[in-house]
């Protein structure tokens, strides 16, 4: 009876394992794509609103809520106290959800917003959505094959437990 109680807990754990994973997958596609919404949003309030950064930010941060929202209003808040530096930067985009070249993508785009004319900002802007997109089609793919499968690999591992201790 111990062995079956064991054996069940193990499975439940692996299952739940598999669903974090999934989680994780979903979590990393709806960032990417809350940042590629807010370079649009950015595009078109430089290029047609001529509103600055903060403004353009807080409308983003209040139309919806994720981690990106979040990030952004930390980034938004540094801003307007100043200049931020790269580490200050870094700091706003350290989220769990996204990889290491995603957090460099981040910084350097981040780091140098403001920084430039106009025209070199949105040939800027322009290239990083153009980057964006293509990390965001992998993302939507690794979500669909890795990210669907997780799950299911976790609860056949569970029961694969189950029936060895059983």
Known sequence: MLKLAISGVLCFISAYLGFAGNKYFNKRCKYLKDFSEFLSLLRDGISFAN???PQIG???IASGKGAFYTDIGKYIDIVEKGNPTEEQVMKCFDSKYISKRDKVLLKEFFSQ???FDYDTQISRLDM???QL???IEKAEKDCRTTGN???KLGLV???AIMIILA
Do not use: E, H, N, Q
């Open 149 to 151: 499968l997780m799950p």
């Open 157 to 159: 591992i569970g029961i």
């Open 113 to 115: 917003l403001g920084k």
């Open 133 to 135: 997109k293509k990390t």
């Open 51 to 53: 509103d600055k950064l």
């Open 128 to 130: 990083t959505s153009a």
């Open 58 to 60: 807080r409308k983003f």
